[in-house]
């Protein structure tokens, strides 16, 4: 057992404020232990808080009373009792879920988070990895690399630890042999190298015996490397505070205690700030100078990544929660579909489409998941075809947002580039990802924002924007209705555009034929260029059969909120065929026309449109009333 | 520092629990902060100034009162509530004060009725949906295992087993109806980063955590201070004049001091540093149920 502590007990006996100074200079590392069952994780970090004289009189007595109780190592102290804290674990003999611990030394404080072997709380062990600069890997020299191990390598190096140690315990087992440790080490190697981690310091351990915790041993002579605690208080970690990364501020709360503050808070993910800087607010683009960080200590002249801070901006421009602030001419990609790798948290697999809830830094989207482009068998690296991902399993998917967010790579930005699944049902956080790229070719085409806005134009023609989308089967009268009701404003001087579904075929969309994702494309087109008009004040009008649900909600999504009109036509298929106007049911019938809605594609008809007309009851005239005071906001009674 | 960029581990753990702070205030519809008075409660109240400014924190401070915390902690309180700008609700619980329960006669049912069965009333009767508390995952075993945002049944109970993954510093804050949350902003402070946080902000704490000469008795082992006529000497006990200070402050017939010279801050994180008995160990309420002790009380509710 080693004698050597971390804490200088002297100088704090002697010269407590230099011992002060000393502590109050110390960085911060924090790391995670983990490998299989039994490879003696807690009997480590037991270790390193014994000696470094963090277990007090008091636990190491009852410590010493459960080890004779419960403990696996005869009369000597289980240092495991020490750490699995949960009455379950201590009973099962295996850690459940990640322990935080503290130990100092003269230069650093460490937090260790104590991680679970069991492939079943393979979440807990992401939990832990998921804050850990280093990663210690343990290999009980007994056994060498095992599936855990192999697993737990590459986990860390997914989460993009980049610091591993790769730690031989239990050396005193095998009479501390380096014939043993050599070919572990060049087993670990070859496999870490198959995963692309190209770097790890090795180091032969007995976390039970003390050897190479705090110093070199001597039962190991042939090894020349640092001891673990060496390593740990000198080993070079932080590379997101490198100054040459852009500032990133994801805007957590906007601070408004008056009129005449209006601070932005959140904590800075990469680079540095000062007063004077040029900003851009993402999404909206909008540009500004930074003017203030304000601190309850004082405003700051810099602030660097890691602190939460408070800015002050030189214009009254829109900014809030989930909004990210850069450097006007640095600024993150915005986007609303992406590649990621997912590992699947939750006993309930991914249903492929399924809306869950994305939460990236402060940003909370609605994204659905399309089926795993493949997934990584942990042992053998292979990928491997699945329908979806179950509990454990790690994948890479596309994912579709209902909105744009602001993100960056996970490789070069963890705050921008990390998310998590929740479920919109249970509220369970069901998976962790790790964003690579958007799938929007338009990724480095920032959203411009103008000056004249949508509202002053609209303002301008004494009007307000809509879009009023006409849908029902073919015959049921939409194209008649559209018409009159823009003959009714056009002579109101209201300005207007019928977008007509034949008329588009002709121009715009003349490289669309009639498959399904050929009509859904079509009218995402359509919806995209009413959006646009939208803009420029006009009521715009649409008819088109547009029968699927789906589509309508993602033009819906498109408009502003309150500007998407949905009116149904609800005329019969019997009625509308009986009519024929176009001649087109007939051919249908025959087999002449594929893909016929009502016929041989179905008509999903709207639940909760905003007006419904049936034709078979109300005369086209008088819908086309209807449907007027509706936008210009005369009621009238629903017939 | 070399690296102008590296920060300190007290500026990263002051940003840390300031970013856990905003992020409840702005995901929670009803947001509450539990203060208790002592030193971790101190440091949690001056982080949330720290947060939020120039606006004061935007929620109230809410205490659990036994009626038997010392007579300083009363004080301090009111002081720190009328400071910060923030609302102060002092809750205790009916039943516990129509029977009269008290730690002299009723040992482990006074823990229970005023601080679990309190805190869960008071949280009813607001209806607050998070809670912060000033837990730290260096007190004891099941604690250290403890999610930043911890979440409670509406009965109030903790499912250790079941906590969800928590990656990163991305939290996920929804909620199941009845479900409510116990948030630890200071979860990764030691007791030494406490005291050095306390030196280097001037943060005000009681009086009590510095030593003074103050009346005791000796009682099964533990040193107590008779602070007020409350308090019953058994035949033969004379409250005796000793220099002492507390490392904890609770309830004061609970609560050990230890004999100390240590006066100033420097003094005490020294003792602190060189004691060979941990902070806890002055308290009751960890050793009752064996090993795990804690770990059943906050099943039950317990903060």
């Given at each position: 057992?080693?004698d ?9 006996a002697q ?7 000393l ?8 790391f995670i ?10 009997t480590?970090?037991?270790r390193l ?9 008091d ?5 010493e ?9 005869g009369?000597?102290?289980?240092f495991?009792?020490?750490v ?5 674990e201590r009973e099962?003999g295996?850690?459940?879920?990640v322990?935080?611990?503290?130990f ?10 104590d ?6 709380y393979?979440?807990n062990?992401?939990t832990?990895?998921?804050?850990a600069?280093?990663?210690?890997i343990?290999v009980?020299?007994?056994?060498g ?5 192999r697993?737990h390598?590459?986990?860390c ?5 980049r610091?591993?140690v790769l730690?031989?315990n239990?050396?005193d087992?095998?009479?501390y042999?380096?014939?043993?440790y050599?070919a572990?080490v060049?087993?670990?190697a070859?496999f ?12 032969p351990i ?9 110093t070199r ?5 042939w090894?020349?490397g640092p001891?673990l605690i ?6 070079a970690?932080?590379?997101a ?9 994801p ?9 005449d ?7 800075i993910?990469?680079?540095?700030v ?8 993402l999404?909206s683009g909008?540009t ?6 304000v601190?309850?200590?004082g405003?700051?002249?810099?602030a ?11 214009d ?5 929660r989930?909004?990210?602030i850069?450097?006007?001419a ?10 990621a ?9 991914l ?6 809830w994305?939460?990236?830094?402060t940003q909370?989207v609605?994204?659905?998941v ?11 690296m292979?990928?491997?075809?699945a329908k979806t991902l ?5 994948g890479?998917?596309?994912?579709t ?6 993100f960056?790579?996970?490789?070069d930005n963890r705050t ?12 369970a ?10 799938l929007?070719?338009?990724?480095n085409?920032h ?9 002053a134009?609209?303002?301008?023609n004494?009007q ?8 029902g089967?073919?015959g049921?009268?939409?194209s ?7 003959k ?8 207007t ?5 034949d ?8 490289d ?8 859904i494309?079509?009218?995402r ?8 008009m ?6 715009v009008?649409t008819?088109?059969?547009s029968?699927?649900?789906?589509e309508?909600?993602?033009v ?7 500007e998407?009109v ?8 019997d ?13 249908a019938?025959a087999?002449a026309l ?6 041989d ?13 049936d ?5 086209a ?8 005071n509706?936008i210009l ?7 | 520092m070399?690296d102008?960029?590296t920060l ?21 519809q ?6 208790s008075?002592?030193k ?7 982080l ?9 924190p ?8 036994t009626?038997w ?6 004080d301090?309180r009111?002081?720190?509530?009328r400071?910060?700008g ?11 004060r129509a029977?009269g ?14 601080k679990?069965?309190?805190l ?5 009767t607001?209806g607050?949906?998070a ?12 604690r ?6 911890s979440?409670?049944t509406a009965?109030?109970g903790?499912?250790?087993k ?7 510093n991305?939290?996920?804050?929804r909620k ?8 630890f902003?200071?979860s990764?402070w030691?007791?030494?980063d406490?005291?050095?946080?306390i ?16 009346p005791t ?12 006529d409350?308090?019953p000497?058994?035949?033969?006990e004379?409250?005796v004049m000793?220099?002492?200070?507390f490392r904890t402050?609770g309830?004061?017939p609970?609560t ?5 010279t ?5 003094q ?7 004691t ?22 906050k ?5």
């Amino acid at each position: 057992m080693s004698d050597q502590t971390y804490v200088v007990d002297d100088l704090i006996a002697q010269d407590i404020d230099a011992y002060l100074d000393l502590h109050q200079h110390k960085t911060m590392l924090r790391f995670i232990t983990c490998g299989s069952v039994d490879d003696g994780k807690s009997t480590l970090i037991g270790r390193l808080l014994y000696d470094s004289k963090m277990i007090f009189e008091d636990q190491l007595a009852a410590l010493e009373a459960d080890s004779k109780r419960q403990g696996t190592q005869g009369q000597a102290i289980d240092f495991a009792l020490l750490v699995d804290g949960l009455a379950a674990e201590r009973e099962q003999g295996i850690t459940i879920d990640v322990a935080y611990r503290f130990f100092n030394t003269e230069r650093r404080k460490f937090i260790v988070a104590d991680c679970p072997g069991h492939e079943q709380y393979t979440r807990n062990m992401i939990t832990g990895a998921s804050t850990a600069d280093l990663a210690v890997i343990l290999v009980d020299a007994r056994k060498g690399v095992l599936v855990q191990t192999r697993r737990h390598s590459y986990l860390c190096h997914l989460i993009g630890i980049r610091n591993v140690v790769l730690a031989v315990n239990k050396m005193d087992l095998v009479g501390y042999d380096q014939a043993i440790y050599d070919a572990i080490v060049r087993d670990y190697a070859e496999f870490a190298r198959s995963i692309g981690l190209d770097r790890f310091v090795a180091m032969p351990i007995s976390g039970f015996q003390g050897d190479n915790i705090t110093t070199r041993s001597a039962n190991t002579p042939w090894y020349r490397g640092p001891a673990l605690i060496d390593h740990l208080d000198t080993v070079a970690v932080n590379a997101a505070l490198d100054r040459d990364t852009p500032f990133r501020l994801p805007v957590q709360w906007v601070n408004r205690p008056d009129l005449d503050f209006r601070g932005f808070s959140g904590l800075i993910a990469t680079g540095s700030v000062r007063p004077g800087d040029a900003i851009r607010v993402l999404p909206s683009g909008k540009t500004s100078t930074v003017t203030r960080i304000v601190t309850r200590d004082g405003d700051l002249d810099e602030a660097v990544a890691g602190q939460s801070i408070t800015l002050c901006l030189a214009d009254a421009i829109d900014c809030s929660r989930g909004d990210v602030i850069a450097p006007a001419a640095a600024p993150p990609q915005v986007a609303d579909q992406f590649e990621a790798t997912l590992v699947w948290l939750n006993d309930e697999a991914l249903i492929p489409g399924r809306a869950y809830w994305l939460k990236l830094a402060t940003q909370t989207v609605s994204a659905t998941v399309q089926q795993p482009k493949f997934v990584v068998n942990v042992n053998t690296m292979e990928h491997m075809a699945a329908k979806t991902l179950d509990l454990n399993a790690i994948g890479v998917v596309e994912l579709t947002a209902d909105r744009p967010i602001v993100f960056e790579a996970y490789a070069d930005n963890r705050t921008l580039g990390g998310f998590i699944l929740i479920d919109k049902i249970t509220n369970a956080t069901v998976a962790a990802g790790m964003l690579h790229f958007s799938l929007r070719r338009a990724q480095n085409v920032h959203w411009q924002a103008l000056d004249v806005t949508r509202e002053a134009r609209a303002a301008l023609n004494s009007q307000t924007a809509h879009v009023l989308w006409f849908t029902g089967l073919s015959g049921s009268g939409k194209s008649t209705i559209a018409n009159l009701v823009e003959k009714k404003l056009h002579a109101m001087g209201k300005h207007t555009f019928l977008l007509d579904g034949d008329n588009v075929r002709h121009g715009l969309n003349k490289d669309l034929g009639f498959t399904e994702a050929d009509r859904i494309e079509n009218i995402r087109r359509v919806g995209e260029v009413a959006r646009l008009m939208t803009d420029a004040g006009l009521i715009v009008i649409t008819a088109f059969i547009s029968p699927f649900r789906a589509e309508r909600d993602m033009v819906r999504a498109m408009i502003a909120p309150g500007e998407f009109v949905e009116v149904f036509i609800d005329t019969p298929l019997d009625e509308a065929e009986r009519r024929d106007v176009k001649g087109l049911y007939k051919k249908a019938r025959a087999g002449a026309l594929k893909n016929f809605t009502g016929i041989d594609s179905p008509y999903e008809a709207p639940e909760n449109p905003e007006i419904r007309v049936d034709t078979t009851r109300e005369a086209a005239e008088d819908a086309a009333e209807r449907i007027v005071n509706h936008i210009l906001g005369h009621w009238m009674p629903v017939i | 520092m070399s690296d102008p960029l590296t920060l300190t581990h007290l500026a990263r753990l002051e940003a840390e629990a300031i970013h856990i702070m905003r992020e409840v205030v702005a995901e929670a519809q009803n947001p509450v902060m539990l203060y208790s008075v002592g030193k971790d409660s101190a440091v949690m109240l001056h982080l949330a100034c720290k947060a939020f400014y120039p606006s004061p924190p935007p929620f109230p401070l809410l205490h659990v009162d036994t009626t038997w915390k010392f007579r300083a902690m009363y004080d301090l309180r009111d002081t720190m509530a009328r400071d910060s700008g923030m609302d102060l609700l002092v809750y205790q619980n009916p039943e516990a004060r129509a029977r009269g329960i008290n730690p002299f006669d009723h040992g482990a049912l006074h823990t229970d009725m005023w601080k679990t069965e309190g805190l869960k009333q008071a949280l009813d009767t607001w209806g607050f949906d998070a809670a912060f508390g000033g837990a730290r995952r260096d007190e004891e075993k099941s604690r250290a295992k403890e999610r930043i945002f911890s979440f409670r049944t509406a009965s109030h109970g903790w499912d250790p087993k079941n906590q969800r993954p928590e990656l990163w510093n991305l939290y996920n804050a929804r909620k199941n109806k009845g479900e409510s949350i116990r948030v630890f902003p200071i979860s990764n402070w030691t007791e030494l980063d406490i005291w050095q946080y306390i030196h280097l902000n001037q943060v005000p704490i009681v009086p009590l955590y510095f030593a003074d000469m103050r009346p005791t008795v000796e009682r099964d082992g533990m040193l107590l201070m008779v602070d007020d006529d409350r308090f019953p000497l058994r035949p033969g006990e004379t409250p005796v004049m000793r220099s002492i200070r507390f490392r904890t402050l609770g309830c004061y017939p609970l609560t050990g001091a230890v004999e100390s010279t240590a006066r100033t801050l420097p003094q005490v994180i020294q003792e602190t540093l060189l004691t060979t008995t941990s902070e806890r160990q002055g308290r009751a309420i960890d050793k009752d149920a064996g090993g795990a002790g804690m770990e059943t009380k906050k099943q039950q509710g317990y903060f």
